[in-house]
C-alpha cells in the first residue's frame, strides 16, 4: 500500500512541474497509476459501517430517466423508503420525477465525480442503467464504446471498492447468429453482432471475474423484450410488439417490419421490474450464477395480432420486412430458457399474451380517452 501511495504522490509531482497542454485532465493521468480497488485495506473508513440485511439499503440508479430507471425508482422506493433510492441522469429530469424523490446529476464517464456520490450518499446498492442502445451505438460506435464499456469500468471499479451490490441489466441483444434460438441457454456461444450487444458480453462477463477475482456482489438479467404503454417505442426490433397498440387504437392497422412468424422472447414490463428487485434481494447462496436468463412469454407478430383481434376484430396488419430490423430478428433467440433463476431464485412471471394485450388495451384506451377529453 505505501508503494501505491508513494507512486501516485511522484506521479503527481511530476504532472504539476510539467506545462500543461490541455490534452488530458491531470485525474486521468493520475488515476492510471493510482491504487486499484482490491489495494484498498479491509478497514478503511468507507467500510466502517457495514450493510446489514435487516437494513434498507441505500440505492443509486444509473440511466435512472430511462424507462426502466424511472420505473425502478418507483418500485424501490415503495419498498425501502422515498430517500433511500436516487436516481441519477445526465439529463434534466421532468418535474414529476424531480418531485417524486432524490434526483442527482451524475456522469459515469467522471470517476471522481461517481465516487463522491457513493461515498457522501453512503450507497449500498447500485443499479447501472446508464448505456447507448443498439440503433443509437450503431450510429456512434466511438461514444457507445466510452460509455458501455469505459463507463462499466469506472461502476466495477467503484462498486469493488466500496464493496456494493452491483446489478448491470444484460439483454436479449448479447446473442448472435451462432447463438442456439429455441431455447437459449444462459451459457452458450453469444458473439453479437452490435456494439451494444458486444459491450452486454463484456459486461457480464466483467461482472462475472469481478465477483470470483475480487468478491464483488455482481448480479445481472439478460431482459427479453420490454413491453410498456408508459413509454412511446423508439424504433427497436422489438418495439413493433408496442407500436401495434397505438396503432391499433388510433387507427385499426397496423403495418410490421418483421415476418409475421419472428418469434421473439417479450415481458411486460411490470415482471421486468420485479425480476429485478428480486434477484437483487435474493440471498447470495441461492445464486448458482451472475447471469441468468429471465422470459415471460415468446410470440410472433402474427400471434400478437390474433390475440389483439379478439378484443378488436376490425384490426388490419401487414407486413412490410425491414431487412436490418429482419436480420438482427433472425440473430436474437427465439425463446429464452431461465429454468436457472426459476430454480435458483423462485422467478415466475405475472404476465402471459391475453393478460399483456388486456393490460395494454385498458392502459392505452383510457389514456385515449383521456387525451380526447382535454
Not at 243 to 269: V, W
Request: some cysteine.
Amino acid at each position: 500500500m505505501p508503494v501505491f501511495r508513494n507512486l501516485t504522490k511522484v506521479a503527481k509531482q511530476a504532472l504539476l512541474s510539467t506545462p500543461v497542454c490541455g490534452c488530458q485532465p491531470l485525474t486521468v493521468a493520475v488515476r492510471t497509476i493510482s491504487f486499484s480497488p482490491r489495494q484498498v485495506t479491509s478497514d478503511a473508513s468507507f467500510h466502517s459501517v457495514s450493510f446489514s440485511e435487516t437494513d434498507h439499503p441505500k440505492v443509486l440508479i444509473t440511466g435512472g430517466l430511462g424507462q426502466l430507471g424511472v420505473g425502478l425508482a418507483k418500485l424501490l422506493r415503495k419498498r425501502f423508503g422515498k430517500n433511500n433510492v436516487i436516481l441519477s441522469d445526465i439529463r434534466k429530469p421532468p418535474n414529476n420525477v424531480f418531485h417524486s424523490g432524490p434526483f442527482i446529476y451524475s456522469d459515469i464517464l467522471d470517476y471522481k465525480n461517481l465516487r463522491e456520490i457513493v461515498v457522501n450518499n453512503r450507497i449500498t446498492w447500485l443499479v447501472h442503467y446508464s448505456a447507448l442502445l443498439s440503433a443509437v451505438g450503431e450510429a456512434n460506435v466511438a461514444l457507445a464504446r466510452s460509455v458501455n464499456i469505459t463507463g462499466l469500468h469506472n461502476i466495477l471499479d467503484i462498486a469493488a471498492e466500496h464493496g456494493l451490490r452491483l446489478f448491470v441489466p444484460s439483454t436479449i441483444g448479447a446473442f448472435g447468429p451462432s447463438s442456439p434460438r429455441n431455447p437459449t441457454p444462459d451459457v452458450c456461444v453469444q458473439r453479437p453482432r452490435t456494439i451494444y450487444g458486444v459491450s452486454k458480453v463484456h459486461a457480464e462477463l466483467m461482472g462475472e471475474y469481478y465477483h470470483h477475482r475480487y468478491g464483488l456482489d455482481f448480479r445481472c438479467l439478460r431482459y427479453p423484450g420490454i413491453i410498456s404503454a408508459d413509454s412511446m417505442p423508439g424504433g427497436g426490433t422489438t418495439d413493433y410488439a408496442v407500436q401495434i397498440f397505438h396503432d391499433a387504437i388510433k387507427t385499426g392497422k397496423f403495418e410490421c417490419n418483421l415476418r409475421p412468424d419472428s418469434r421473439l422472447p417479450m415481458m411486460y414490463i411490470d415482471d421486468c421490474l420485479r425480476a429485478t428487485l428480486e434477484v437483487l434481494e435474493a440471498p447470495a447462496d441461492t445464486l448458482s450464477m451472475r447471469t441468468y436468463n429471465i422470459n415471460a412469454m415468446s410470440f410472433t407478430p402474427e400471434e400478437l395480432a390474433q390475440e389483439l383481434r379478439k378484443q378488436m376484430p376490425e384490426l388490419e396488419v401487414t407486413y412490410n420486412i425491414d431487412p436490418v430490423r429482419q436480420a438482427i430478428a433472425d440473430s436474437w433467440p427465439m425463446d429464452f430458457d431461465d429454468s436457472n433463476a426459476r430454480n435458483d431464485w423462485g422467478w415466475k412471471h405475472d404476465y402471459d399474451l391475453p393478460e399483456l394485450v388486456q393490460t395494454m388495451l385498458n392502459y392505452l384506451g383510457v389514456e385515449t380517452c383521456m387525451a380526447h377529453a382535454n
